[in-house]
């Protein structure tokens, strides 16, 4: 394969239910030529931290000594914890569990971005890349429905809806930037719906029938979404249907 025709894909947060799924469904379709997964709880050169940007850093140079990037998903995200959760009213609001929410679901995707946008080819070859070279390198985070303002109707759940807002926000902001770069590079947020993990399982008795999705599934359901994209749709959020999900 010659340099030109050479592409890796990137998944942050690949030890978690969605993010490993990615990873396996990536290398399974055999697109690209390289598939890394990068986690907090792995160890060595896979190792990434959000919440240290050295680590970040590190984890771009060691991708960046090999095929440049034509996908990078952030598949991270914080809910609860073992003694937090969704805040249901005013009076649950705590600064330190608002600040950690913010720093997992919007300011470490904003590193990512810093230090793995750069890497990215204006062209990209892989899923949606056809016979030519022009088609576009996709950035793509995960986001949530509960993050648009314009959808908001119940309220609560303050830290994670306003962390994911201001992820939307970020990600329109860097698909600003980057088509000043790149006008060939994709930057969007996206909704999964509810997934089978440890983010969503103590909230799954309200889930409808048939409104769960196993990790597989909903990784697959988003790797279409990505296949489909087009350069208009940079800087938006967009669900598992590929339907765009208003901020």
Known sequence: MSAAGR??????????????????????EGAYEVVRGFARSRTGADHL??????????AAARVAAGPPPGLVIVATGLLHE??????????????AWLARLYAVNAIGPALVAKHFLPLMPKSRTGPGAGTGSGAPSVFAALSARVG??????????????ASKAALNMLVRNLAIEE???????IVVALHP???DTALSRPFQGNVPPGSLF???RAALQLLDVIEELKVTDSGKLFDFEGKEIAF
């Open 49 to 58: 931290d959000l919440l240290d940007e050295a680590s970040i850093a590190a």
């Open 214 to 216: 196993d990790a597989e």
């Open 7 to 28: 592409s890796s894909a990137v998944v942050i947060g690949a030890s978690g239910g969605i993010g490993a799924a990615f990873e396996a469904a990536l290398i399974e």
């Open 148 to 161: 648009s303002i314009s959808d908001n109707r119940l309220g609560g759940w303050h830290g994670y809806r």
């Open 82 to 95: 073992e003694d937090h959760g969704p805040e249901k009213a005013l009076r649950d609001l705590d600064p």
């Open 179 to 185: 088509r000043r770069r790149s006008e060939r590079t």
């Open 193 to 195: 719906g509810t997934v």
